[in-house]
């Protein structure tokens, strides 16, 4: 799997409602280029990206390969490594003081909607063990495939 990482405006997590507001923000929205292209043969299906520091934060959610959090350099290469035990990760994100956070989430029609709980996983800056919580959702399994954090960093 080849992964090119953008930069620039070139994708929007929103879409602004059309009309005069929308095409004065397609107006000063600079083309995306690309930043680095991951390579690495151990990341064929990226379900989770952060940019942290100098690099990247990813997770794979590839078969025999959703077991680490890869950390990338600005070029997009992998530094290091740091294993954990998932099921179906989905998203990572980063807070305010570097902690990852890397929500297993996903209970796909191939996992038959079965989990009878998530988790999410806690790296804090500096640590090589992440720590595990796990839930469950109160009105029974999702397949969910974002993870948000509040102002604070408390995961939603």
Same mark, same amino acid.
């Given at each position: 799997?080849?992964?090119?990482? +953008?930069?620039?405006?070139?994708? =929007?997590?929103?879409?602004?409602?059309?009309?005069?507001?929308?095409?004065? +923000?397609?107006?000063?929205?600079?083309?995306?280029?690309? +930043?680095?292209?991951?390579?690495?043969?151990?990341?064929?299906?990226?379900?989770?990206?952060?940019?942290?520091?100098?690099?990247? +934060?990813?997770?794979?959610?590839?078969?025999?390969? &959703?077991?680490?959090?890869?950390?990338?350099?600005?070029?997009?290469?992998?530094?290091?490594?740091?294993?954990?035990?998932?099921?179906?990760?989905?998203?990572?994100?980063?807070?305010?003081?570097?902690?990852?956070?890397?929500?297993?989430?996903?209970?796909?029609?191939?996992?038959?909607?079965?989990?009878?709980?998530?988790?999410?996983?806690?790296?804090?800056?500096?640590?090589?063990?992440?720590?595990?919580?796990?839930?469950?959702?109160?009105?029974?399994? &999702?397949? =969910?495939?974002?993870?948000?954090?509040?102002?604070?960093?408390?995961?939603?």
């Amino acid at each position: 799997m080849l992964v090119t990482v +953008v930069g620039g405006l070139g994708v =929007a997590a929103w879409a602004p409602a059309p009309g005069a507001a929308a095409a004065r +923000v397609a107006a000063k929205a600079a083309p995306a280029k690309t +930043v680095c292209t991951i390579t690495d043969e151990r990341l064929t299906a990226i379900s989770g990206m952060v940019a942290s520091g100098s690099g990247y +934060v990813v997770v794979n959610d590839a078969s025999g390969r &959703h077991d680490e959090f890869f950390f990338l350099d600005s070029k997009c290469k992998v530094k290091k490594a740091i294993g954990y035990s998932s099921r179906d990760p989905e998203d990572v994100t980063q807070t305010a003081d570097g902690t990852i956070w890397v929500a297993d989430i996903g209970d796909s029609p191939a996992n038959s909607e079965r989990r009878s709980t998530v988790a999410l996983w806690k790296l804090r800056k500096g640590a090589d063990d992440p720590t595990l919580y796990r839930m469950t959702y109160p009105d029974g399994p &999702h397949d =969910a495939g974002a993870l948000l954090l509040a102002g604070d960093g408390t995961p939603i």
